[in-house]
């Protein structure tokens, strides 16, 4: 990655559109500090990421692509789990895991493991489980992945919502009809680069694809 | 007990590797402590006529303990194996660093949760001889030095098989790798020994040469202090080498 210079409000949702590679989940991972880049920084709150990791753990909510879970936990456990690993204790805990799986609708789920959840309820539970400790930057990759059109409609109710609560949100994803639904900014990625950074209400969807298409089937050099 | 231990000794306790582990291997254990005290009963007599002949702690209680400490070359790397290079390869090791984890507290955190396993299984194979503690005379002191020596192997392995699961890529090779280096570290001395030197460096370096003192009841500073450093180097190891995940490409 280079040239990459971002800065998201309380509140917005930033669309990362880009091709598979152009980097969008390096740019993610080196936002909620599981990579750390060779140079620059990543600023939240006003404090650098770099010099405190735990920054991420109070503030950023972070769904990776593929999300990642414990095969042999359940539910209930993952949740409790993240919340632990995010500070939170005793009735604190015991509330905001009921709050998630409310809102998330996990209660049927909460005893099952997570081995046998289809792909669209794993991708529900990373997602509450990045929601968990209600962080105040959440970072999703390619959250839609496996969802069927009832669970993209919910997600997308819930990115706004979660705006509209202050939330900053980044969704990364190369759907272009994702990010005109729920975003109010959108950057485009192209070979490591950011081609694009521009507030979403000046496009429509036809001319957020032409500006896309343009940029992702240029060359580095060009 | 942190977060990070809780989460691993609850995934340890579901997994069937586990259990698998503990169960064959202290049916194994209890079967060869029947053996033993059959043997110890069938010598009473030839025993009872020697001065200082050897007693239920030399004859049961110590053979035993050395028999976990052979079954731990093995049982340990199985149960650490999966401990970062699982978590690695699913991708979970990223996500725990972008929880603002510190690659200290990850591994310290998974190698309190196997520590702790592997302490319960000491203590349950502990519990064999001690069951008869009422029937028979236990020599307190050396069966104590034996179990420190076990503890203390267990701990040092744990270590080993934490920092081979830190470097490798597959969960398998992370077992393999602690097996053969557990081994090397074993029988590096063997070749001196053969050759009749015993007090070399190639000696110091042999993990036999440290716990067996503790196994006849000798509790010697030096051989802690080895053990010591070799749970100490192989965590700084794996810390170093999680923390080297956030600056890959």
Not at chain 1, 16 to 24: C, D, F, H, P, Q
Not at chain 1, 135 to 154: F, H, K, T
Not at chain 1, 167 to 172: N, R, W, Y
Not at chain 2, 177 to 199: E, F, R
Request: hydrophobic share 55%.
């Amino acid at each position: 990655m280079q040239g990459l210079d971002l800065a998201l409000g309380r509140g917005q949702v930033l669309g990362l559109l880009g091709i598979n590679g152009a980097g969008k989940s390096t740019t993610l991972a080196m936002i909620a500090g599981a990579l750390a880049p060779d140079s620059g920084r990543v600023l939240l709150d006003g404090q650098e990421l770099a010099e405190q990791p735990a920054l991420a753990r109070r503030l950023v909510g972070w769904l990776p692509e593929r999300a990642p879970l414990w095969q042999e936990l359940t539910v209930g456990e993952h949740l409790d789990a993240h919340g632990r690993l995010r500070g939170l204790k005793g009735a604190a805990l015991k509330r905001a895991r009921s709050s998630i799986v409310e809102r998330l609708e996990l209660a049927p789920l909460e005893r099952r493991l997570a081995g046998v959840l289809s792909q669209g309820q794993r991708q529900r539970l990373g997602l509450a489980c990045a929601l968990v400790h209600q962080p105040a930057l959440l970072v999703l990759d390619e959250p839609g992945n496996a969802l069927d059109p009832v669970q993209l409609a919910a997600l997308r109710a819930l990115i706004r919502e979660q705006a509209a609560a202050g939330t900053a949100v980044i969704l990364s994803t190369h759907v272009l009809a994702e990010v005109t639904a729920v975003c109010d900014r959108v950057a485009i990625l192209h070979e490591g680069t950011l081609r694009h950074d521009d507030v979403l209400a000046e496009h429509d969807h036809a001319a957020l694809e032409q500006r896309f298409f343009a940029i992702a089937t240029t060359k580095a050099a060009a | 007990m942190s977060a990070m231990a809780r989460l691993e000794l609850r995934r340890l306790f579901m997994r069937p590797l586990a259990w698998v582990l503990g169960a064959l291997t202290l049916a194994w254990l209890a079967w060869n402590f029947t053996l033993l005290l059959g043997n110890f009963l069938a010598a009473q007599i030839r025993l009872a006529a020697l001065p200082d002949g050897p007693g239920y702690t030399d004859l049961v209680g110590v053979p035993l303990l050395a028999q976990l400490a052979q079954l731990a070359f093995l049982v340990v790397p199985l149960l650490s194996m999966s401990t970062l290079a699982g978590e690695r390869r699913e991708g979970r090791l990223a996500l725990l660093l972008g929880m603002g984890l510190m690659p200290t507290r990850i591994v310290l955190g998974k190698y309190a949760a196997v520590l702790a396993w592997l302490l319960a299984w000491l203590a349950l194979t502990l519990a064999m001889p001690l069951a008869l503690a009422h029937a028979t005379s236990i020599d307190w002191g050396k069966l104590a030095a034996a179990a420190l020596g076990v503890a203390l192997l267990l701990a040092g392995l744990a270590a080993l098989g934490l920092a081979c699961s830190a470097f490798a890529s597959h969960p398998a090779l992370a077992a393999a790798a602690a097996l053969v280096i557990t081994l090397g570290l074993w029988a590096v001395n063997l070749g001196a020994q053969v050759a009749g030197v015993d007090d070399g460096a190639l000696n110091w370096l042999a993990m036999s040469s440290h716990l067996q003192p503790m196994l006849r009841g000798l509790v010697a500073s030096p051989d802690v202090v080895w053990f010591v450093l070799l749970g100490v180097v192989c965590l700084a190891l794996a810390i170093r080498r999680v923390g080297a995940e956030r600056e890959r490409d």
